[in-house]
């Protein structure tokens, strides 16, 4: 069974939530997208119902609520360091189930790869609850069903839009305070069958024909259009490189923080070593180990790929790059 409900009833709930949630969802901002009088569909901070952009994919994941882009993770003297505080509410995030499958990803990463967990992550992604769209077209780019993204069943609540008619199933006891209106038959539908459908390779096969795909022509395109912008991967909702930082204060330089900021495979001086010494110095060689750690190495550790399907990747390249054209490459080459 769900719950119908208007739009001043589905205000009044998030305006009940709010008290103990900061409550995201995609939004648009006027005029802040790349090129002029173009808007940016992102994640941010929402009060109704009119705030949330349901008519186009989003060109940022909801990756940095749990995973800021800087984080201060301490503050430092001579003698002592402190860790920040946080907010006390806990965090709603409203997003499909591609999104939603990319938080688990992510989990992976920070919680699971390796004897510890990391506390800094971990503290904000224990506040989360999913408030999932119901999502059964998809955009152009996306390719969820390929990667078995497309469903995600433990949400808290899930939602169905339908221009001003609103219907929800709240799985999670802990918010039917907030959600009163009629009960009618509700099931959660989820899409099967997206535009663009992509054959990932065979781990097996891959693995017994490593060195060949590894050493294979493929790549030496991308040296040629790859500009090593970064743009998919801070727009990919499962890339968790960082780099850290040491700031010192000018006023008193024994004092200072340090911070997790964001980094990416693809950009120049990522894999800088002491002694001035470079890795993958090749755009083509970056491309190789960005797309087979998703759809090989994460998926050998952890049994799913790391890719979720979303397309962001496809939307934002300047060079008009398609991870999901590279992908099929790779499988050809393997099925040789």
């Known amino acids: 069974m769900g719950i119908e409900l208007d739009v001043k009833s589905f205000d009044d709930a998030l305006k009940i939530l709010s008290k103990d949630y900061k409550i995201f969802a995609p939004i648009r901002l006027k005029g802040k997208g790349a090129f002029s009088d173009t808007d940016l569909v992102t994640y941010g901070e929402i009060s109704s119902y009119r705030d949330i952009e349901l008519s186009e994919k989003s060109r940022y994941s909801p990756k940095e609520i749990i995973y800021p882009i ?18 006390n509410k806990g965090i709603i ?55 078995g993204s497309n469903k995600f069943l433990d949400y808290d609540v899930f939602f169905r839009f339908d221009n001003d008619r609103i219907t929800c199933d709240v799985k999670n006891d802990e918010f039917s305070y907030a959600f009163s209106g009629k009960e009618v038959e509700f099931t959660p539908e989820f899409i099967e069958k997206n535009e663009i459908e992509v054959n990932l390779p065979d781990i097996d096969k891959i693995s017994q024909n490593l060195e060949y795909v590894f050493n294979h022509e493929l790549w030496d395109e991308y040296t040629k259009r790859c500009i090593a912008c970064g ?23 024994k004092c200072g923080e340090r911070r997790r900021v964001w980094a990416s495979c693809m950009v120049d001086g990522f894999t800088d070593v002491a002694g001035g010494h470079s890795y993958r110095q090749k755009y083509g060689e970056r491309m190789r180990f960005k797309v087979m750690h998703k ?19 496809d939307d934002v390249c300047p060079e008009y790059i398609s991870f999901i054209k590279i992908v099929s490459k790779v499988t050809d080459v393997v099925e040789r």
Do not use: H, W
């Not at 967990?117 to 390929?146: A, H, P, Q």
């Not at 759809?295 to 990747?313: A, E, W």
């Open 93 to 147: 995030v409203f997003l499909r189930p591609c999104d939603a499958n990319s938080y688990l990803k992510l989990d992976n990463i920070f919680l699971k790869n390796g004897p510890y967990e990391d506390n800094y992550y971990k503290r904000l992604r224990d506040k989360v609850k999913f408030f999932v769209i119901e999502c059964t077209k998809g955009f152009s780019t996306c390719f969820c069903v390929s990667t």
């Open 231 to 253: 743009r998919c991967t801070v727009s990919c909702p499962t890339c968790s490189c960082f780099s850290m930082q040491d700031i010192f204060y000018k006023d008193n330089p």
């Open 70 to 87: 800087t984080q201060t993770l301490f503050y430092f003297t001579e003698d002592e360091y402190k860790e920040p505080e946080i907010d």
């Open 295 to 313: 759809i090989y190495d994460y998926k050998k550790r952890f049994g799913t790929t790391m890719c979720v399907g979303c397309g962001r990747c």
